[in-house]
Nanobody, 119 residues
Framework: QVQLVESGGGLVQAGGSLRLSCAASGIIFSINAMGWYRQAPGKQRELVARITSSGSTNYADSVKGRFTISRDNAKNTLYLQMNSLKPEDTAVYYC?????????????WGQGTQVTVSS
């Protein structure tokens, strides 16, 4: 049974920081690409940051220079360090795992964690 469990969300003032974590179980964490997505009310879910199994990263333009994605394969955990938060960062943040190789594809989502940034 695959589980992706996010934690670390909350309410923070603009300019503040939060660190999200995603604890994974039931998958071979190290071979999965992992990502953070977010969905604000009335908007589509969007990619925030992604990290491949080899550690390559990419970010949405809106968070470049402020957010850092990282992974600890020994702990099966994904992180998102969010600094200089803005009210427009308010959303539910979701953890995603994605594996695709040799015709095999699997993708899983966490339940989400709320991040609210007050102005």
């Amino acid at each position: 049974q695959v589980q992706l469990v996010e934690s670390g969300g909350g309410l923070v003032q603009a300019g503040g920081s939060l660190r999200l974590s995603c604890a994974a179980s039931g998958i071979i964490f190290s071979i999965n690409a992992m990502g953070w997505y977010r969905q604000a009310p009335g908007k589509q879910r969007e990619l925030v940051a992604r990290i491949t199994s080899s550690g390559s990263t990419n970010y949405a333009d809106s968070v470049k220079g402020r957010f850092t994605i990282s992974r600890d394969n020994a702990k099966n955990t994904l992180y998102l360090q969010m600094n200089s938060l803005k009210p427009e960062d308010t959303a539910v943040y979701y953890c995603n795992s994605n594996y695709a190789y040799g015709g095999v594809h699997s993708e899983y989502w966490g339940q989400g964690t709320q991040v609210t940034v007050s102005s």
